[in-house]
Structure formats: structure tokens, C-alpha cells
């Protein structure tokens, strides 16, 4: 089936040399930083996790949303969603890939990660972490591929496939979960350090994944004239609505506990990125923008009128995608590393080398979803 995706019209063809370019970019900055070593990055001693982590946890959340599609289609019978819960499966595996790229740029050299594999420790979560991703993204890739295939052939699918469908559920849970433990199991980071943050990862990632599903069935639309369907785009808008509302809960909570019991440890992490601290407040502006679009979207998403339109639907979602991606992308890990633990403010600006690389990673997934998503449509459709 992969012949499929070797055929496509003009923009096609541009868009993926376009994506060649941005991939040409990421790997060109790699490899100067695996010549010159981290130190080209904004990252040290204060802050060892900038934005290839951030985007790790944002990615992963983007993940895992794959199960709102995976779960009421094949456990709840909901036939609206038919025509585009490959694009979810799809979009979980170039999710999870650029995951784990991201993880290896950030450990500076690859071969690092054999130390993981070759000496494991079930202590380690970050051990977890790589062990679920990687069982995840070939769970969705494996499982999505064979429907695909028996539908091309119009043969129901081998009863295995159906067995790998119903574990890649609970493990969508997982690679998230094991992420937010990731952070909270770190003592001394005060705004990790919370039993709310694996809910409040979960409630964020099917809040933004949802989004992100909305907006790829109308680019879907609009560039292959593959339509999901009205039906199935409120129901995603409903759960991603839904899921927002618990996500601004748990962000409330947050608050109460650190300004309500008033203990200084806290409090600082949350004054930095929302009010500045020590007239540190670089993210402030972000932060704020991001709580108040995140507001506005899921009002928009809940609003059956408002939902309804088009305009309003695909504006509330990126409204979303963005203020989840500020919050959950940016300020919760540089949050967390200020104030270090000697009360220090540490500002953090990643260099144009992180960002090509950054960009890079996120060449190489949209390549991969491209590809996937083209080969599922022209099978979907019947394409020659």
C-alpha cells in the first residue's frame, strides 16, 4: 500500500518538499550539536530540560488523544466515526515518533538511550517512559496498517488486530500517566510536585488532541476532499470541550493550593509565569494569554450555536491547541525549574540551533502523517 503515497498532485509534492527542506534544517543544527555537544543550546546547569522536553509533553498528550476516537468506535459501537479513526491511530504514531526523537535530541547522544534498554531499571521512570512509547507507537502503527490493509482487500480484519486495538486503549492512558509521574516523582520542583498532574495531563491532551483531530478533517476537506462528516466533528468538539473544562479545573486547583495554604515553595513557580518574580517574568504575557484563550476557546466549544459554525469551530480549536501547547509546552517545564532549589532565577531562551533541530522533529512527523494519511484516503476512497 505504501505505492500509494508515492502518487499525489502538485501541492502535494511541494508540500513534502517543503517538509524536506524543514527536515534538511533539523539535521543540519543535529549535527552541529552532536559535533559541539549541548552546550550550543540555551539549556545548563539550572535548566536541563528546555524545549525539546516541552515539546515531548506536549506531543505525548497529542498521542494519547488518539483513544477518544479508538475507544467509542470499537468498544461503543459509534459508527460516525468510521471514515477517521485511522487518522487518529495515524496521528498517534507520528506523535509518539517525534516523542522519541525528542527525547533523543535532548539526551545530546543517541547511543545513551542503550543504557536504557540494556540496563533496565524498573525504578527508573524514565525506563517506563521508553517502554511505553515505543510499545504504543507500534501498537497504533501495526494495528492501524492491517485494518488498512483488510479493508483495501474487503476482509474483516484478523482477530489479533482487534486484541492489539483494545491494549492500545489502557496503554494511551499509560504513556501519559508514566510522563506526568516522570515530572512529579522529582523532589525539589514544587509545581511537579502534585498528585493532580497526571489527571491534569490526561484532561489536557484530550482537550488539544481532540482539537488537533477537528482541524486535520477540515484540512483533510479542504485538500483531499475526504469529509468525516459533521457528526463526528461535534462529538469530538463536545470531548474536547469537555476535556478543556476539566483541564481549567485542575489549573484552578493548583492555585488554591499553592495562594490558599500560602507556603512560599509553592507559590513561586506560579508567580513566575503568571505575575513575575524577582522582576523575572518573561513567560508572563504567554501564560496569561494562554489562560485566557484556553477560557474563551472552551466557551466557544461549548456553545451548540457557536460550535456549529465553521468559522467558530476551527478558531476555538486552534484557540486551544495553542493555549495548551503554551501552558503544557512551555511554562509548565520552565515553570518548574524556576526558582531553582537555591532560590535562584534562572530565564531560559533556546537558541536558533534548538529550534531548527525542534523544527526538524516536527518535519519528520508531518512527513510521516503525510504519508500515512495519504496511503489511508486513497484506500478509503479507492483510489488507483
Known amino acids: ?6 502518487k499525489g498532485s502538485r501541492g502535494y509534492w511541494t508540500w513534502v518538499a517543503f517538509l524536506l527542506v524543514i527536515i534538511g534544517l533539523g539535521v543540519t543544527a543535529y549535527a552541529k550539536q552532536m559535533t559541539l555537544g549541548l552546550g550550543v543550546t540555551g539549556m ?5 530540560w528546555g524545549v525539546y522536553i516541552a515539546q515531548f509533553t506536549f506531543l505525548v498528550g497529542v498521542a494519547a488523544s488518539a483513544v477518544m476516537l479508538v475507544l467509542p468506535y470499537y468498544l461503543h459501537n459509534q459508527k460516525d466515526f468510521a471514515k477517521i479513526v485511522i487518522v487518529g491511530e495515524f496521528l498517534a504514531v507520528s506523535a509518539a515518533l517525534m516523542c522519541m526523537l525528542f527525547i533523543l535530541a535532548d539526551m545530546g547522544r543517541p547511543d545513551r538511550v542503550l543504557n536504557v ?3 533496565p531499571s524498573p525504578h527508573s521512570m524514565v525506563f517506563w517512559d521508553v517502554l511505553v512509547l515505543n510499545a504504543y507507537f507500534f501498537l497504533n502503527l501495526i494495528s492501524g496498517w492491517a485494518v488498512l490493509g483488510a ?10 488486530v482487534k486484541w492489539l486495538i483494545f491494549l492500545s486503549i489502557p496503554w494511551a492512558f499509560s504513556i501519559h500517566t508514566v510522563t506526568a509521574f516522570l515530572f512529579a516523582g522529582l523532589p525539589g520542583r514544587h509545581l511537579w510536585l502534585t498528585a493532580v498532574l497526571a489527571p491534569r495531563f490526561l484532561a489536557s491532551a484530550f482537550a488539544a488532541g481532540t482539537a488537533i483531530l477537528i482541524l486535520l478533517t477540515f484540512i483533510l476537506k479542504r485538500v483531499a476532499k475526504f469529509d468525516a462528516g459533521p457528526e463526528a466533528r461535534t462529538k469530538l468538539a463536545v470531548l474536547s470541550a469537555y476535556a478543556g473544562v476539566a483541564n481549567l479545573f485542575f489549573l484552578g486547583t493548583e492555585f488554591f493550593t499553592a495562594f490558599y495554604s500560602n507556603v512560599p515553595a509553592h507559590m513561586h513557580s506560579l508567580q513566575y509565569l503568571y505575575f513575575g518574580l524577582d522582576g523575572h517574568g518573561p513567560l508572563v504575557p ?20 457557536l460550535r456549529r ?12 491547541v495553542v493555549s495548551i501547547w503554551i501552558d503544557k509546552g512551555v511554562g509548565l517545564v520552565i515553570g518548574g525549574f524556576n526558582p531553582t532549589p537555591l532560590e535562584a532565577i534562572v530565564d531560559y531562551i533556546p537558541t536558533f540551533t534548538e529550534i531548527s533541530v525542534t523544527l526538524g522533529i516536527y ?8 504519508m500515512l494519511l495519504k496511503v489511508a484516503i486513497a484506500v478509503k476512497t479507492q483510489e488507483a
Do not use: N, Q
Not at 1 to 6: D, G, R, V
Not at 151 to 160: D, I, L, Q, T, Y
Not at 309 to 319: D, E, F, N, S
Open 1 to 6: 500500500m505504501i505505492e500509494k503515497a508515492l
Open 44 to 48: 545548563g546547569r539550572d535548566i536541563s
Open 117 to 119: 534498554l540494556l540496563h
Open 151 to 160: 479493508e483495501r482487500k474487503g476482509v474483516k480484519p484478523a482477530s489479533w
Open 286 to 305: 504567554y501564560m496569561w494569554f494562554s489562560l485566557i484563550a484556553g477560557i474563551i476557546s472552551v466557551g466557544a466549544l461549548l456553545s451548540p450555536s
Open 309 to 320: 459554525k465553521t468559522g467558530m469551530l476551527i478558531a476555538a480549536c486552534i484557540g486551544l
Open 363 to 370: 518535519g519528520i512527523g508531518l512527513l510521516v502523517l503525510t
